[in-house]
């Protein structure tokens, strides 16, 4: 069953999270040009949510390996905060495999949890 695998779905995402926000700060770097402005670190905001919000994914592995319930309540909290960044942003940038990945670990745990 999928719920046997919940520990290594939600490290899975965490990793791609980080991976997506790494990638998006260190192209929006490569393509500024001009000095250092709120539009680029509005810019940079938004890898740096997918590096925390993924990192805290990553960190919370070994909780629910172990089945505690705060890794589980950790790992929805960071998952529900990517889908609501992801609606937000979402009439300029449609990030549907982010929302999809998050919406589906926030399923598995509740899921588990229940």
């Given at each position: ?63 629910l ?16 905060s ?12 449609k ?20």
């Amino acid at each position: 069953m999928i719920t046997n695998f919940i520990p290594q779905v939600v490290l899975g995402v965490g990793i791609w999270m980080i991976a997506n926000g790494v990638l998006h700060d260190t192209f929006v770097l490569a393509q500024h040009k001009g000095p250092y402005s709120r539009d680029l670190l509005r810019l940079l905001m938004d890898g740096h949510v997918l590096i925390t919000c993924g990192l805290i994914q990553v960190l919370v592995y070994p909780g629910l390996r172990d089945a505690a319930p705060w890794a589980a309540g950790l790992a929805i909290l960071a998952s529900s905060s990517l889908v609501v960044y992801c609606l937000m942003i979402f009439p300029f940038l449609k990030s549907i495999l982010t929302m999809v990945l998050n919406l589906g670990c926030i399923g598995l745990l509740l899921a588990r949890l229940l």
